[in-house]
């Protein structure tokens, strides 16, 4: 891949929801991730839901990160503080380097903008797995919709140009 390509090419997205009750029809914060690519010009590449399991979403996310098609992975779901919340624990095991400003500003602008106080139970993380970048966002279509307006979509390309440099 052209380092010179990535700001004029449609990036290739796989997006996973992590919950034990949505399924496809059910499914808003993955149909929110995946319409607001599509309005900005990306594909989703692949897409799927796990169970709250940390194997299953650990299985599922190292295999779009072994593919070379695949730019960066959005999960939505299980960042919560309940018991069955793990996709934070499964995720950070896997990183090889965090991106700690997507979480904080993630926090931040949830606090400011929509939330309050509420957005310290939010556990937003991203970071780099091989050379794919990972989002994990809450499930709810307010903090996708958040996520991806205000954080994902604007420095998508000039993420995924840092990590295959």
């Known amino acids: ?39 900005a010009k990306h594909i989703v590449a692949a897409r799927t839901i796990v169970k709250d399991d940390a194997f ?21 779901g299980g960042t919560g503080i309940a018991k069955r919340d793990v996709t934070i624990e499964a995720i950070e095991s896997m990183l090889d380097k965090t991106l700690p400003g997507f979480g ?9 903008d929509d939330i ?7 556990r937003a993380v991203a970071g780099v797995v091989e050379d794919t970048l990972v989002f994990a966002l809450p499930g709810s279509v307010g903090a996708v919709s958040l996520g991806m307006e205000r954080l994902i979509i604007p420095q ?9 440099k």
């Open 1 to 39: 891949m052209s380092l010179e390509t990535i700001g004029d090419r449609a990036l290739r997205i796989a997006v996973l929801t992590v919950s034990d009750t949505r399924t496809p029809a059910t499914d808003k914060g993955g149909n929110c991730v995946a319409a607001l690519l599509g309005e």
């Open 56 to 76: 299953a979403i650990r299985r599922q996310v190292g295999l779009w990160c072994e593919d070379a098609s695949i730019d960066a992975v959005i999960t939505t």
């Open 104 to 112: 904080e500003l993630f926090r931040y602008i949830s606090y400011v």
């Open 116 to 122: 309050g106080p509420r957005a310290m139970a939010s």
């Open 156 to 164: 998508l390309p000039h993420l995924v140009h840092e990590v295959i």
